[in-house]
Structures are given as structure tokens and as C-alpha cells.
């Protein structure tokens, strides 16, 4: 949960602005069957990220390093990037992919800060030699951290509510499907 001012601020307009600026995704949207298929090779994609760092993270009890936690030291907002490029794709639209690209500028750097604010916080030692082998963002895709003995736990997918992000996928996908049946 964010700490500062500024980023409680940010916080709340990142959820609470996300539905109206998928309203407008979903009225400015044009999707084609291909676009659509596109979309959800990069949503299953950013699904599979989610779900593999889901059950790898023990929020703010152990610093998670290992599974995807090893390449990105924020494999859950990668995963949230590609859900929304996924969407963006989708829609077919320019338009689209612009409010996307705002929204992602606009709120997630100062989450993403925040959130590294609150890691060295939480683990001073740990993070700081973290940090220093793991990018914050864009992964590097040859193993910078030993994984330890830690493996993918279901039990920490189904606590972290990770299924939420499919059962969103599910629906935008359907509503973008239904969309271009309906009012082609």
C-alpha cells in the first residue's frame, strides 16, 4: 500500500480512473478477429507473468527473488503492461493504444517508485544487493539472481487472488468479441 501523500494520491486515481478509461477503450474500439487474436497471445502472456510471480511473492513478509522475481524485480506491473497492451492491440485503434500509453506513463512510474521506496524499507540489506543485480522493470533475460530453493506455490496464487486478472481478461475479451459482433 502506498505510504506518501503524493503516491496514496496517484494510488487512488490509478483505480479509480481505470474503469472510465476502459469504457472509453471499449466505445473507441474497433476490433477485427485478427487484432483480437494478437491481443490474446500478449494477454496470456501477461496472465502467465502474473501467475508465475503470484506464487512466488509473500507480500511484505519475505523479499521475493525467486521464479520471475529473478529477471524483473516488478514481474506483476510487466504483467499488467502486457495485459493492457493486450487490450490496446485488441481494440484496434490508435486511439486505444494512446489512452493506454497515458495511463501507464501517468500512474505506474510513481507506483513502481513507491513500491521500491517501500522494498528498502521492508529489507534494507536485501533489496540494496537486489537492486543492484535485478532490473526495476524490463526484464533481462538471462538469470541475474540464484533461485534458491523456492518453487511456484498454487496455494500463494489463490491467496494473492491472482485469478482476478483472468476473470478481467475474460470479460474485456468478451465484451471487445461481443463488440465487434454486434456493431461490426
Not at 511456484?152 to 475479451?173: Q, T
Amino acid at each position: 500500500m502506498p505510504e506518501s501523500k503524493l503516491a496514496k494520491t496517484i494510488y487512488g486515481w490509478r483505480v479509480r480512473s481505470s474503469p472510465f478509461v476502459l469504457m472509453a477503450i471499449l466505445i473507441l474500439a474497433g476490433p477485427t478477429w485478427r487484432s483480437i487474436l494478437i491481443g490474446l497471445a500478449i494477454c496470456v502472456l501477461g496472465l502467465l507473468i502474473r501467475t508465475w510471480a503470484s506464487g512466488h511473492i509473500r507480500k511484505e513478509k519475505i523479499l521475493a527473488v525467486s521464479g520471475p522475481y529473478r529477471y524483473t524485480r516488478n514481474p506483476l506491473y510487466l504483467g499488467n503492461f502486457l495485459l493492457g497492451l493486450s487490450i490496446a492491440v485488441a481494440t484496434h485503434s490508435w486511439w486505444c493504444f494512446g489512452l493506454f500509453a497515458a495511463y501507464f506513463i501517468i500512474f505506474y512510474p510513481p507506483v513502481i517508485q513507491e513500491e521500491r521506496e517501500r522494498m528498502k524499507r521492508l529489507f534494507p540489506k536485501e533489496y540494496e544487493e537486489y537492486g543492484k543485480k535485478v532490473p526495476l522493470f524490463f526484464p533481462m533475460w538471462r538469470r541475474v539472481m540464484r533461485s534458491g530453493a523456492t518453487k511456484f506455490d498454487p496455494a500463494l496464487y489463490r491467496k494473492n487472488k491472482e485469478y482476478r486478472a483472468l476473470v478481467g481478461s475474460l470479460i474485456a475479451y468478451a465484451v471487445l468479441i461481443a463488440k465487434m459482433l454486434l456493431f461490426p
